[in-house]
């Protein structure tokens, strides 16, 4: 049987050169050249192989789950280059490389951020199973999901109660997480009590980094 950290090293690999050499097409090199920078500023991949494993684990194979995955590796990135922003974080650094406007300036962030997305669910459209997987990453996504988890962070200040908190993680982190494991499940033709099993252990991941963003944030780590 396949070790963790093999399989781990071997979807991610594989992913990886997908992402990079197939998403975020342009007909104008530079803006392709935007795109693609901070889809090759590396990171965990924690989404899309959280995807692929669900996938995997109800009988499918890595190549049903690959337009989900790569979907929400998109989406991801794209809330970080958002989130980077002047108007938002105000970061100038994300892994250790600087943020997409401190090169490319605030205005070409937007835009970068909002062409990921789009084409997020353009990637989707490729998929047999694309409404499905496209309502699932939208409720994930949206104002029930991780842009509402971001607008409460906005608007947080320093008496936020301990359940405040807790739900502000569950929207801007836990639902692109519960939702990975959602969309991986449908990829691999789950069946209603596989799909519950799986959102019930979508949850338990989302609980995990709900505790684990409050014990950073009092510490003074940076997620």
Request: hydrophobic share 40%; proline share 5%.
């Given at each position: 049987m396949q070790d963790v950290e093999s399989w781990l090293d071997a979807r991610k690999r594989w992913f990886e050169a997908i992402l990079l050499t197939?998403?975020?097409?342009?007909?104008?090199?530079?803006?392709?050249?935007?795109?693609?920078?901070?889809?090759?500023?590396?990171?965990?991949?924690?989404?899309?192989?959280?995807?692929?494993?669900?996938?995997?684990?109800?009988?499918?194979?890595?190549?049903?789950?690959?337009?989900?995955?790569?979907?929400?590796?998109?989406?991801?990135?794209?809330?970080?280059?958002?989130?980077?922003?002047?108007?938002?974080d105000n970061?100038?650094?994300?892994?250790?490389?600087?943020?997409?406007?401190?090169?490319?300036g605030e205005a070409m962030g937007l835009?970068?951020?909002?062409?990921?997305?789009?084409?997020?669910?353009l990637v989707l459209g490729k998929s047999r199973l694309s409404s499905v997987l496209m309502m699932e990453l939208a409720e994930a996504t949206g104002a029930q999901g991780m842009i509402l988890g971001q607008y409460l962070d906005i608007n947080a200040d320093s008496s936020i109660?301990?359940?405040?908190?807790?739900f502000l993680h569950r929207k801007k982190t836990g639902a692109l997480i519960r939702g990975a494991v959602r969309m991986g499940g449908?990829?691999?033709?789950?069946?209603?009590?596989?799909?519950?099993?799986?959102?019930?252990?979508?949850?338990?991941?989302?609980q995990l980094n709900e505790k684990n963003k409050i014990i950073f944030e009092q510490i003074g780590i940076s997620t």
């Open positions: 197939s998403c975020a097409d342009s007909v104008s090199p530079k803006f392709q050249q935007m795109c693609r920078y901070p889809l090759a500023a590396g990171g965990k991949r924690f989404r899309p192989l959280l995807c692929i494993a669900a996938c995997e684990s109800v009988g499918g194979t890595p190549e049903q789950a690959l337009h989900a995955a790569l979907a929400l590796e998109l989406v991801h990135t794209f809330s970080l280059v958002h989130d980077d922003l002047p108007s938002m970061d100038d650094y994300r892994r250790g490389k600087p943020t997409v406007h401190k090169i490319y835009l970068v951020g909002d062409a990921l997305l789009v084409e997020a669910f109660s301990e359940e405040e908190l807790l449908r990829c691999g033709g789950a069946s209603d009590s596989q799909m519950a099993m799986l959102s019930q252990f979508g949850d338990t991941c989302k």
